[in-house]
T-cell receptor
Framework: EPEVTQTPSHQVTQMGQEVILRCVPISNHLYFYWYRQILGQKVEFLVSFYNNEISEKSEIFDDQFSVERPDGSNFTLKIRSTKLEDSAMYFC???????????FGQGTRLTVV | AQTVTQSQPEMSVQEAETVTLSCTYDTSESNYYLFWYKQPPSRQMILVIRQEAYKQQNATENRFSVNFQKAAKSFSLKISDSQLGDTAMYFCAFMSRSGNTGKLIFGQGTTLQVKP
């Protein structure tokens, strides 16, 4: 069964460092998303991406964040200068249509120290 | 702005019994989707069930069913014949169809424990 794959599963980084979280969406999907979940809290929308551009972003997704689809398979989230409060689980998701089920990856746990 | 509220932080149920998880939402829109996602200890988000707001019939998926009350803006999940594998955090989510970008708005989650 096709699935969304995220790497790494856990990343520890120093405050102020740049991190790139990687995702391989399901191959025929066209819509891509990033969400985050601070431990014990609800899942929050960060950004949606379609046709090589951001279609919507939340207030959380400030200038420190960027997304890219560098080739036909990967979808990345970059945090330029990490803060302690960026520590969270980051989920990538994809869907074949914006009104159908979003399939989620297993998440990347980011720990900023 | 739309909001989703799950007022039960934790619930427990005996194996084989039935449990209902509550969800309310707030929107001025008439056309939208509602979802229940399950997040087991492995942390991956898995779709449990989906409801289209324009459909009056409640969605069902095997042991999982919803009670969708559009006027009351309520969307509860019923799990019948609970199994140990149902132990997870359950999130209710809302998706607008207006200017839709596929964005999901999640509630705070309900942790469900199924006891043997």
């Amino acid at each position: 069964e096709p699935e969304v794959t995220q790497t790494p599963s856990h990343q520890v980084t120093q405050m102020g460092q740049e991190v790139i979280l990687r995702c391989v969406p399901i191959s025929n999907h066209l819509y891509f998303y990033w969400y985050r979940q601070i431990l014990g809290q609800k899942v929050e929308f960060l950004v949606s991406f379609y046709n090589n551009e951001i279609s919507e972003k939340s207030e959380i997704f400030d200038d420190q964040f960027s997304v890219e689809r560098p080739d036909g398979s990967n979808f990345t989230l970059k945090i330029r200068s990490t803060k302690l409060e960026d520590s969270a689980m980051y989920f990538c998701a994809s869907s074949d249509d914006r009104e159908t089920e979003a399939f989620f990856g297993q998440g990347t746990r980011l720990t900023v120290v | 702005a739309q909001t989703v509220t799950q007022s039960q932080p934790e619930m427990s149920v005996q194996e084989a019994e039935t449990v209902t998880l509550s969800c309310t939402y707030d929107t001025s829109e008439s056309n939208y989707y509602l979802f229940w996602y399950k997040q087991p200890p492995s942390r991956q988000m898995i779709l449990v069930i989906r409801q289209e707001a324009y459909k009056q019939q409640n969605a069902t998926e095997n042991r999982f069913s919803v009670n969708f009350q559009k006027a009351a803006k309520s969307f509860s999940l019923k799990i019948s014949d609970s199994q140990l594998g149902d132990t997870a955090m359950y999130f209710c989510a809302f998706m607008s169809r207006s200017g839709n970008t596929g964005k999901l708005i999640f509630g705070q989650g309900t942790t469900l424990q199924v006891k043997p």
